[in-house]
């Protein structure tokens, strides 16, 4: 009950944060928002989940998982109710902002949670539900919020209003769940901003960050900058083609993470990688040829292969993890991925005035071929011993 609740609760997370997409050109369209304007979107969800993470990334190990996870999808909920009423940019930094603090709180507690009550068989699972339920979850969100804004009533509001309802439901489950962690004293000291993993995986923290960085720097690429590309260049209007182009991205990646498994962490790592940027060289190519169908072609390609890579390198860090462990992993875990997210689209959006959409493209091309390259040549797998991954 406890590890389906929280996959439950984790999608209904970020299809709430994947449901604002589609809806990014309506707002240039009607309220006048710029491609700078949405970055600054981007920017301040991705900031206030890094907040949240290094704050009160350790404040379910005190207090459980449960009241933890509630209170991350009570923050979704509120996020959600301001965002009905989105006329004016401020309005919406408002409630994208609301919405990161609630998916850095269910970033560490949920994905805590389902580890915690994963089943021991298949042993990709847990890593797999914990690192891709979210890429579900964003892609599940755009496309039914792009259908919605396409073919619903209340354009602008619908969406909002049915994830409101999904996040309730998630609450109720999560109330009736039975608690993983026992809480523990030391909840105020937790909220010391520390960045900690286990000893015997710190040697995997490089290339897990190469490839958390350049995945989830094109996740923000295609929030920012793809409404505009696929208006501007790919010659739609379409939300739901809007919404496709970005669920594209997102839910290959629940399928490649399985695939994953079937490869050492190191070897998953290295395959995922070059398929990454195989996919943005694709990606690139159709935006310079304004290509739609090779766009999409190539943005399921980057999907899948991110999944592998992601997938993997949590694998290898919560390699002989604790459960007192794993509330603080995935806070390095999320730190890293919404870094990624933040510091390219902060560059991004202010050389939007400067550069062309496609010269910005190439950036983040030259960002996931440096990635790739250091985790071909340094990837590893996490050491083994008789007492556990590290022999300590």
Sequence with gaps: MAFVSAVISLVAVFAAVGSTIPLFNIYRAEDGFTNAGISVTVVAYSVATLTALLVL????????????????LALLILGCVVLLNVHDIVVLVAGRLLMGLGAGLASSSL????????????????????????????????????????????????????????????????????????????????????????????????????????????????????????????HTRSPLVLGLVFAAYMGPSVLGAPLG??????????????????????????IVTGTLVLFIAATIVAGASQGIAISAATR???????????????????????????????????????????????????????????TVLAARNPRTGPKGPSGQ
């Excluded at 890593?127 to 619903?152: E, K, R």
């Excluded at 809480?183 to 290339?207: D, E, F, K, M, N």
């Excluded at 290898?316 to 603080?328: H, I, M």
């Design 57 to 72: 990334g350790r404040l379910s190990n005190h207090l459980g998982r449960r009241p933890i996870s509630i209170a991350s």
């Design 261 to 286: 498994g079937r490869f050492t962490p190191a070897g998953a790592q290295r395959v995922g990688m070059i398929g990454f940027l195989a996919g943005m060289a694709g990606v690139i190519t159709a």
């Design 111 to 234: 994905t805590s949670y389902i580890v915690d009550a994963a089943p021991k068989r298949p042993a990709w699972l847990a890593s797999v539900a914990s690192s891709q339920t979210v890429m579900l979850g964003l892609a599940l969100g755009a496309i039914a919020s792009g259908a919605l804004v396409q073919f619903g009533p209340w354009p602008r509001d619908l969406g909002y209003l049915i994830v409101i309802g999904l996040l309730l439901l998630s609450v109720a489950l999560i109330a009736v769940s039975p608690e993983t962690a026992t809480p523990t004293p030391g909840a105020w000291r937790s909220l010391r901003p520390r960045v900690l993993v286990p000893a015997q995986v710190r040697g995997l923290l490089p290339v897990a960050a190469a490839v958390l960085l350049a995945t989830w720097a094109a996740g923000a690429f295609y929030q920012a900058f793809v409404p505009a590309l696929v208006e501007d260049q790919l």
């Design 316 to 374: 290898g860090l919560l390699s002989g993890s604790t459960l007192a462990d794993r509330a603080p992993t995935f806070s390095v875990i999320y730190l890293l991925s919404y870094s990624g997210s933040t510091i390219p689209a902060l560059i991004a959006g202010q050389l939007s005035g400067t550069f062309s959409l496609q010269q910005i493209a190439f950036g983040y091309g030259g960002l996931a071929l440096v990635a790739t390259v250091f």
